[in-house]
T-cell receptor
């Protein structure tokens, strides 16, 4: 009963480094999304996917790339990390039907120095 | 431009009393609203939702009210329990009732005192 699994839980990067945040769900959900949470800002949508092979930008997509080659996985790539990307990142998934809830992972706390 | 607003950063109530958390929105295209609860170091967990075709939805101790004309919704928790202490996020979607693209408020920290 894993639900939405994010790895790693914590990460420290140097400015300019790249890395991939992993997200996997075992509920056969079509929809998956990435959010970032900053102090006093709530959660903001980075990218989302409505199915394998389909992705689109959210509110704050700059500096991030995504791909969705399988239903289960939705990795988030930081191309060249910047201190402004220090945040807590949450992955979410949900069924494709209307009026359904989104399930969130436990988050990845990223610090860019 | 903040489309979902939770104007109270924090709320403190006594155990057994009612907690009322408020949320306002500006985007008339929003048609589905959700409340999430978040404990420290955990991901948000779904609490309750309401479609724009309804004005009330109830689930146990939790009731959400929607006033479309005022673009306002509220979450009522009765009775409040210490385990309810958490950050509550209001979220909205304009995706025809689907929730893959949520707009969140900044959250309200609820503290329930024993």
């Amino acid at each position: 009963n894993a639900g939405v699994t994010q790895t790693p839980k914590f990460q420290v990067l140097k400015t300019g480094q790249s890395m991939t945040l992993q997200c996997a769900q075992d509920m056969n959900h079509e929809y998956m999304s990435w959010y970032r949470q900053d102090p006093g800002m709530g959660l903001r949508l980075i990218h989302y996917s409505v199915g394998a092979g389909i992705t689109d930008q959210g509110e704050v997509p700059n500096g991030y790339n995504v791909s969705r080659s399988t239903t289960e996985d939705f990795p988030l790539r930081l191309l060249s990390a910047a201190p402004s990307q220090t945040s807590v990142y949450f992955c979410a998934s949900s069924y494709s039907g209307v009026s359904t809830e989104a399930f969130f992972g436990q988050g990845t706390r990223l610090t860019v120095v | 431009d903040q489309q979902v607003k939770q104007n109270s950063p924090s709320l403190s109530v006594q155990e057994g009393r009612i907690s009322i958390l408020n949320c306002d929105y500006t985007n008339s295209m929003f048609d589905y609203f959700l409340w999430y609860k978040k404990y420290p170091a955990e991901g948000p967990t779904f609490l309750i939702s309401i479609s724009s075709i309804k004005d009330k939805n109830e689930d146990g101790r939790f009731t959400v009210f929607l006033n479309k004309s005022a673009k306002h919704l509220s979450l009522h928790i009765v009775p409040s329990q210490p385990g309810d202490s958490a950050v509550y996020f209001c979220a909205a979607s304009d995706s025809g009732g689907s929730n893959y693209k949520l707009t969140f408020g900044k959250g309200t920290l609820l503290t329930v005192n024993p």
